[in-house]
């Protein structure tokens, strides 16, 4: 038979306990209260497409670098020839590798992340909230929100974003190309910063905007190719399958993937030709424009060189758009 003294140490404790489990809750409501309060400030859900968009696609780049890498130098050889070997990925890969280190392979790390930081911060938050703006005055207009609504969505975002990105473009593809060169006439970027810089200085501010075109373009291409086939395919997978949100969002990010490489695949090639060009002691430069570039290939190499490396090209875009799209839905999730 316990004591009086057992009793009262035991009720004590449990009072204790409540006591403790109450805070705990308390503690808990107000932490939840406060994160949904300054999530739901307008100042923040204005600024969290941005962010959340700009953390996707820097996640993206970091797993997908080396694919970029292999797909740029299979874009640049046997530049201004119809004919002679035809490298492929694996070689490419091999011949990297073999010439270095494997860490070669992530040459141009830091500005492709700081293309991302700017570009895909720009391009997924414009499109989101042009979707939102297209989703209230489709409301207001009685009806849903259509694929020419996605497509004009997808357009315009991705041309904005990318002539905020081209600095930033340009200087991953010099640092990419650079190994291309002989070894006398390498620039050594040490970073994209660097790299910035040194262009800025050599060549002129405006120099960093060298294929500001062609990169727009091919931006628009992407992007509607990626974003309105991705919030279509994954519209359509909804309404007429029963698969997870999960393998929804795999499966439409693989579409659009393909669709986004398919469109812009040829501009991202003249984008290369272009942003790689220096110009010559003589002051000329290889291609005086982007129809100059398209008709001088189309001419010299063929029309398939604009499809060369579409495999390569499809394995990085599809990645990186599934990795996108997918950090890009969770964090939306987790923020809401």
């Not at 107000?30 to 309060?37: F, I, Q, T």
């Not at 962010?51 to 130098?73: E, S, W």
Request: glycine content about 8%; aromatic content about 8%.
């Amino acid at each position: 038979m316990s004591s009086p003294w057992s009793r009262a140490m035991e009720k004590a404790k449990r009072r204790a306990d409540t006591a403790l489990d109450r805070a705990k809750s308390s503690s808990a409501a107000a932490s939840s209260r406060l994160r949904n309060d300054v999530l739901h400030t307008p100042a923040v859900r204005a600024m969290l497409p941005f962010v959340n968009g700009g953390l996707a696609g820097m996640t993206a780049t970091t797993v997908i670098q080396p694919i970029d890498m292999v797909k740029v130098r299979l874009q640049l050889a046997g530049e201004g020839a119809r004919s002679g070997p035809r490298p492929s990925a694996l070689s490419v890969t091999r011949k990297i590798i073999a010439s270095g280190k494997v860490m070669d392979l992530y040459t141009g790390l830091s500005a492709g992340l700081l293309r991302q930081a700017v570009y895909t911060t720009a391009r997924l938050g414009f499109f989101d909230s042009f979707m939102t703006a297209l989703g209230t005055r489709a409301t207001a207009q009685g009806r849903s929100v259509g694929f020419a609504d996605r497509a004009a969505a997808g357009l315009t975002a991705g041309g904005l974003a990318a002539l905020v990105g081209n600095p930033a473009d340009l200087a991953l593809i010099r640092m990419q190309s650079d190994g291309l060169k002989p070894a006398a006439q390498r620039a050594h970027y040490r970073s994209v910063i660097d790299a910035l810089a040194r262009i800025a200085r050599s060549e002129g501010v405006l120099a960093l905007w060298a294929g500001a075109f062609p990169t727009v373009v091919r931006a628009m291409a992407l992007n509607f190719g990626q974003l309105a086939f991705f919030s279509e395919a994954k519209q359509q997978l909804r309404a007429r399958t029963e698969w997870s949100g999960r393998a929804q969002t795999l499966a439409a990010s693989g579409i659009a993937g393909f669709f986004a490489s398919f469109f812009s695949l040829p501009f991202d090639f003249v984008k290369t030709r272009l942003q790689r060009q220096t110009r010559a002691p003589d002051g000329s430069l290889p291609y005086k424009s982007m129809m100059d570039c398209f008709r001088k290939v189309a001419k010299d190499e063929g029309l398939l060189r604009f499809y060369r490396g579409f495999s390569t090209y499809y394995v990085r875009i599809a990645p990186h758009a599934m990795v996108t799209l997918i950090v890009a839905d969770y964090l939306g999730f987790i923020t809401r």
